[in-house]
């Protein structure tokens, strides 16, 4: 299927520079690669092989699963695909098996390990991210009991209620805040013990762009109301708020979340509306503080006016819209999309600095600068 191979030809890097996510199919079948293929290539960067061999032969940069269709399994496909997960570029890689529903082939295979999953032919782009995601976090999960207690427990506490979260707005369940309350305390512990490092370098290997975000901006928040000597209360609601603010994205379409391209007008209406889907989910639970609303509602608000859903300006932002505003935008600039590439931190930092100066607080945006490491700045 040359045409896959075009798209993304061997060779090149496991995230291709539009920010996009290898993924290698397998099978002798021109028309298995590409039934596997099509629904995906919209969204990741898609390598194609005949077999396994030429797979491991053909490859360069790791990438992050390898999909195997029916007829890649054979008798001589075990000592193959062991090899492969030898290999220094398939070792972290998530191996699933893409199947027709009735067949019963991934049993053996998933019982010795030979592959972490399954999903059945055919198969909506959503439903393999959904998939990848879990595997994926599972396999961190494990990699995270080496880690320091502290951001050990940030990690796995926070990403438990996440995850919690989507189960929570699937059926339409109020959120319990003391959830994310003990979620964000040890995220509180680690900054204070200079752990955080630790965290942000745990999250460059998970796939889920929204908790990869939220963790990072509340842990920057932070960082941030640490360095400027908020108290215990205030640090727990901007770690909190951060955790939370763009819950509301979790409801969105994964063809509308993923796009690698530019949005229709009707899809950036439905992606800004998620500040107000998570203002009026976070509102039914009562117990939740006004700083956790003011910094959910307000992060995409600016001082000059430009910014959404309510176009405040000026004195009607307080400090905690101002700082979820800095941090949310230097968050995600910092973060590969799959749109384009990351952009250095430098290179944020002058952004909000110099394109944004109007948009947000320039003195906070000093105090937020002398808050990052060095190396970061």
């Known amino acids: ?3 896959i191979s075009k798209i993304s030809p061997a060779g090149a890097p496991a995230r291709a520079p539009e920010g996009k996510v290898t993924l290698v199919v397998i099978d002798p079948r021109a028309s298995v690669r590409e039934q596997i293929a099509v629904p995906l290539w919209p969204y990741y960067r898609i390598l194609d092989f005949a077999n396994i061999e030429a797979a491991a032969a053909g490859t360069s940069g790791a990438p992050s699963a390898v999909l195997l269709g029916e007829n890649a399994f054979d008798k001589t496909s075990a000592a193959a695909l062991a090899a492969l997960r030898q290999a220094p570029l398939f070792g972290g890689a998530t191996i699933i098996a893409c199947l ?3 067949s019963r082939l991934v049993t053996e295979w998933v019982s010795t390990a030979a592959v972490d999953g399954r999903i059945d032919l055919p198969f909506r782009c959503g439903d393999m ?3 990848l995601s879990r595997l994926n976090k599972a396999s961190l999960r494990k990699e995270w009991a080496k880690l320091p207690s502290t951001p050990r427990q940030a990690l796995r506490r926070t990403l438990d209620a996440y995850d919690n979260l989507a189960e929570l707005i699937s059926k339409n369940a109020p959120l319990d805040y003391r959830t994310i309350t ?3 305390a040890p995220v509180l512990s680690a900054v204070r013990r200079a752990d955080h490092s630790y965290i942000f370098d745990a999250l460059t290997r998970l796939d889920d762009l929204i908790y990869v975000h939220s963790l990072r901006v509340s842990t920057l928040l932070a960082m941030f109301g640490f360095k400027i000597g ?4 205030e640090l727990m609601t901007l770690a909190c708020g951060g955790l939370l603010l763009d819950l509301g994205k979790t409801m969105l379409p994964f063809e509308v979340l993923h796009k690698p391209g530019s949005l229709t007008a009707a899809e950036w209406e439905l992606v800004r509306d998620h500040v107000d889907m998570a203002r009026r989910y976070v509102e039914r639970q ?3 503080p006004r700083g956790i609303q003011v910094v959910i509602a307000e992060h995409h608000e600016r001082l000059d006016g430009s910014g959404y859903p309510g176009r405040m300006s000026g ?6 819209a101002r700082m979820a505003a800095i941090v949310d935008v230097f968050a995600a600039l910092t973060e590969a999309r799959p749109y384009r590439p990351a952009f ?4 944020a930092l002058d952004i909000l600095s110099g394109t944004m100066k109007e948009q947000v607080d320039q003195g906070l945006l000093s105090s937020f600068r002398q808050t990052l490491p060095n190396t970061w700045a």
């Open 1 to 3: 299927m040359r045409g």
């Open 100 to 102: 027709p529903a009735q």
């Open 129 to 131: 991210a959904i998939l």
């Open 182 to 184: 003990d979620a964000c």
């Open 230 to 233: 908020l108290n215990d209360e």
């Open 286 to 288: 009562s117990s939740a």
């Open 315 to 320: 004195d009607r932002l307080n400090d905690l």
């Open 344 to 347: 250095s931190s430098g290179d």
